[in-house]
């Protein structure tokens, strides 16, 4: 029953793909796709978009991080972060699919082997210079503490020859000149991708590119796996650019990009070749954007960053933008608000005219995730996915669908909005104090 489970989960995340997947990229999360220093969230919010109207489709999204699925969760609270479609945690040891985070067991039987986390809590437990992490960084195959940089080093080496000793086989992990992990010896990033590689192969659905993407040592073992395009962010951690240094620095497939965190995988993807990789939110005038074939995604996401910059007053208010709106707005079509009132499309773009600069020189982003476009008819396409809006401290989502036609030939962008409707998420609801319009 549970292998079932577990392969069926698997194949759902790879069988929304038609054939292989174009790219894959495999990231780390704090200070790679993650950038603290940012209270804008900009680049990430740049990844965003770009991932959305280009990839989402065809592509898959896999985040690799440190934390465990506690602190993953709360860091999902606090950034604008997309749904990836694989979650691999606690540096490696658990794997899990899609939306519900349905666990790989298959992973957890083979962690199995060769570990006891009772004999590295009594071993790690006579070096007085190791300090626990906190409880929910302890996971069943992970035990993690905090060591002083000048003597990492030198307790790692005392300790792997006394887990040894007792008949362990660990992988000792130093990250960010703070954190030493302990884990079983076939765990972390650079295994779990490589279980996940492996699975792919065997089904036929190797992805065409894989890019993997890092910034400190729990990484490193990301850009040993054979053939993949990676990248260390412009921020990497010094402990990250020494194991490049002594250990990969030919490999013309690895660069140091010279942007930080999610900028630099953007670079990258460029860089590689690896696909579009200008994000919409660089380009000013989208209502000029001619695409050569129409791209249901791709709207999407245009619309609601031009909402987004009409609300913080970032493009010039001007009525053309409104009347092009409209017109690509079926006359019939209308617009299901979460409350459950209908109105018009039309009187829907009519009323963005009272909130234009609204949110100027305020905190205020909207971002669509899990853009997933479907054809429906010889001329029509139902685009579903999850609109996020965030004014100030407020955070609300909506699951959003569109349906788009390409009947109407006169429309120069090709599709035509012919109707929204959207459902609160995630708790939220009519008691909220923002407006909600789109
Ligand atoms: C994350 C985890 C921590 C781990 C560190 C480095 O910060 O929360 O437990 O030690 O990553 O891998
Ligand atoms: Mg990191």
Redesign the pocket.
Known sequence: MLLRRREASLLKTMDRLAGNARLMIVSDL?HTMVDHHDPENLSLLRFNALWESNYRNNSLLVFS????PT?YKELRKEKPMLTPDITIMS?GTEITYGNCMIPDEGWVEFLNKKWDRNIVSEETSKFPELTL?SET?QRPHKV?FYVQKDKAQEIMKALSTSLEKRGLDVKI?Y??GM?L?ILPQGAGKGQALAYLLKKFKAAGKLPHNTLVCGDSG?DAELFSIPDVHGVMVSNAQEELLQWHAANAKNNSKIIHATERCAAGIIQAIGHFKLGPSTSPRDVMDLSDTKMENFDPAYEVVKFYLFYERWRRAEVEHSEHYLANLKSVCCPSGTFVHPSGIEKLLRDCVNSLKTCYGDKQGKQFRVWVDQVLPAQVGSDSWLVIFKKWEQSGEVRQCCLTTVLLSSKDVSVAQGLTWVHVHQTWLDGAGPNSHTTWLF
């Not at 991080?65 to 465990?68: A, I, K, L, N």
């Open positions: 704090d991080t440190g934390r465990s602190l540096v992490q960084e993690s992990i990250s960010g954190d992990d729990n």
